[in-house]
């Protein structure tokens, strides 16, 4: 079986790096009770996500394309919610 690097891998190489980080450095209350179960499941979804990929496509260079444009397309979505939800707020 071969290995291949993903975008959704790297991501969430990162995410875990994160989650480490905080498990270690950090100890605020907030990012343990709501970050750290919030990245697990980012960690989750992106597994999935991967695996999905990779059984419908087998191009590498389509699975790279197609993860680049999820990984933009969730970017996006996080970024208007959280205008939403601070406009909401304030």
């Known amino acids: 079986m071969k290995i291949r690097l993903t975008p959704l891998n790297i991501v969430s190489a990162i995410l875990l ?5 905080l498990l270690i450095i950090e100890h605020n209350e907030w990012q343990l009770l709501v970050e750290i179960p919030l990245l697990v499941l980012t960690i989750i979804v992106n597994f999935i996500a ?23 397309f969730a970017a996006t979505l996080i970024i208007l919610f959280k205008g939403r939800i601070n406009n909401f707020f304030y």
């Not at 790096?17 to 980080?21: H, L, S």
């Not at 991967?50 to 933009?72: A, M």
């Open 50 to 72: 991967d695996l999905i990929f990779r059984r419908f496509l087998s191009d590498i260079k389509r699975i790279w394309i197609i993860e680049l444009l999820f990984i933009i």
């Open 17 to 21: 790096a994160r989650v480490g980080y």
